[in-house]
Nanobody
Framework: EVQLQASGGGLVQPGGSLRLSCAAS????????FAWFRQAPGKEREGFIY????????WYPDSVEGRFTISSDKAKNTVYLQMKNLKFEDTAVYFC???????????????????????WGRGTLVTVSS
């Protein structure tokens, strides 16, 4: 059975750090593109950081400002999201997602939005509050 299980969300103060994990099973890690999406109240679900499951290449749009880092551990079939300097506006439900590797790269996968992903985790809530 294909599963993505996200964990690690919770309450964090502004300026703090948090790491989310996404355990993947039921499909080939090397064949996948992984991403983290987030959805704030009243807003669309959007992908903001991506990683190639085969070679570890990552990509994120300029709006991320380097505060988030995605990484993976093939041996553990796990993708991570390291977040730092968190802000109030980072409050959202965070989803891990997986889709096929695309020949045009990670930015092209981002352009597809949710349509570029085949599998979804249940989401984990991150709340940034003082």
């Amino acid at each position: 059975e294909v599963q993505l299980q996200a964990s690690g969300g919770g309450l964090v103060q502004p300026g703090g750090s948090l790491r989310l994990s996404c355990a993947a099973s039921g499909f080939r890690f090397d064949d996948a593109t992984f991403a983290w999406f987030r959805q704030a109240p009243g807003k669309e679900r959007e992908g903001f950081i991506y990683i190639d499951g085969s070679d570890g290449t990552l990509w994120y749009p300029d709006s991320v400002e380097g505060r988030f880092t995605i990484s993976s551990d093939k041996a553990k079939n796990t993708v991570y999201l390291q977040m730092k300097n968190l802000k109030f506006e980072d409050t959202a439900v965070y989803f891990c997602a997986a889709g096929p590797r695309q020949q045009y790269g990670l930015q092209a996968t981002h352009a597809l939005g949710v349509a570029g992903m085949d599998y979804w985790g249940r989401g984990t809530l991150v709340t940034v509050s003082s």
